[in-house]
């Protein structure tokens, strides 16, 4: 069993992490900025249940196109192709 604490240790400042509760995000955003939230200050002991790295790709013109908003979306991509564009996020369930 891997607590929630011990996993993130070993990610870098810059990956991107979802972590899901109960079926629903409490923290999408940088590793580095979760040290802002107080939620997730309160679920560190929280024993992991699942690990997956998913990668979102969406439309650039998404808005434009009435289709569903990036998880992030004020965020630049890391990624960018002719039409689309790519981020990868850590999803963590605890």
């Known amino acids: 069993m891997i607590r ?4 993130l240790a070993v990610l870098h ?4 992490l979802q972590i899901i509760k109960d079926g629903k995000p409490i ?3 940088y590793l580095a900025l ?3 939230n107080p939620q997730i200050e309160a679920e560190m002991d929280a024993v992991i ?4 790295a998913v990668p979102e790709i969406k439309h650039k013109q ?4 009435g289709l569903m908003a990036p998880m992030e979306s004020e965020e630049m991509p890391q990624y ?3 039409d689309l564009q790519m981020q990868l996020y850590y999803t963590i369930y605890i």
């Open 13 to 16: 400042q810059s990956d991107r």
């Open 27 to 29: 923290y999408t955003g």
């Open 4 to 7: 929630l604490k011990d996993f």
């Open 49 to 52: 249940t699942l690990f997956r």
């Open 80 to 82: 960018a192709f002719s």
């Open 62 to 65: 998404w808005r434009e196109r």
């Open 34 to 36: 979760i040290v802002h």
